[in-house]
């Protein structure tokens, strides 16, 4: 079961790009990283998922190297409304719903 | 699309009583799962419906808590009787793929104050 390790806080400042950083050194061959945003009083809502290399959506873009070790979540141009926790989550999809951990998240403020 | 709804929002019980929370899924949505987050801590898990069927309730913290899903459509989790520790949200959530690891869908949670 990989473990994360993500920072447990950032600020940053409306319209720069946010990087939020994941590690895993743990991670399996058949492991997905996925992340999620929670706003307060909200549940978690899923952002990205990937195995390798780059992943972009229409919010965020996810990047993770050759040894997957870690991952990086990239918002671009942040504003206000971004700022909420972020989870990092990495397992396989076909493993039982019970190895899903959220972690602690990263709490992520946003400033004018 | 109506996303996941769960009722009611918030409760406020004394400890020794029953509570009853609802979870309307996304329709067409086999997998519904619960987690909850106590005292501040981490989102866990609780349990993963298909369908009807209890696919995995091994995050279920002890026979107190009772979760079901006649139907296959609406899921109820009753905690009986409720004590301090069961405060906290309650969140569900539901998908279509059975791959655990996909998006799954969360409603906006039930806050449970037992006091």
């Known amino acids: 079961l990989a473990k994360t390790t993500q920072p447990i806080s950032m600020d940053s400042y409306e319209g720069q790009e946010v990087n939020i950083t994941c590690s895993h050194n743990?991670?399996?061959?058949?492991?997905?990283i996925t992340w999620y945003q929670q706003f307060p009083s909200q549940g978690p809502r899923f952002i990205i998922q990937?195995?390798?290399t780059k992943v972009t959506n229409e919010v965020a873009s996810l990047f993770i190297p050759a040894d997957r070790k870690s991952s990086t979540l990239s918002l671009p141009r942040v504003s206000l409304s971004d700022t909420a926790v972020y989870y990092c989550?990495?397992?396989?999809?076909?493993?039982?719903?019970?190895?899903?951990?959220f972690g602690s998240g990263t709490r992520l403020s946003i400033r004018p | 699309e109506a996303g996941v709804t769960q009722f009611p929002s918030h409760s406020v019980i004394e400890k020794g009583q029953t509570v009853t929370l609802r979870c309307d899924p996304i329709?067409?949505?086999?997998?519904l799962y619960w987690y909850r987050r106590v005292m501040g801590k981490e989102i866990k898990f609780l349990l993963h419906f298909v369908k009807e069927s209890k696919q995995d309730e091994s995050g279920m913290p002890n026979n107190r808590f009772l979760a079901e899903r006649t139907g296959g459509t609406y899921s109820t989790l009753k905690v009986q009787p409720a004590e301090l520790e069961d405060s906290g949200v309650y969140f569900c959530?539901?998908?279509?793929?059975?791959?655990?690891?996909?998006?799954?869908?969360f409603g906006p949670g039930t806050r449970l104050t037992v006091l």
């Open positions: 990937g195995y390798k």
């Open positions: 959530a539901s998908s279509q793929e059975p791959q655990t690891y996909n998006e799954q869908f």
């Open positions: 329709s067409g949505h086999d997998n």
């Open positions: 743990n991670i399996a061959t058949n492991d997905y």
């Open positions: 989550l990495v397992g396989d999809p076909y493993s039982s719903a019970s190895k899903i951990i």
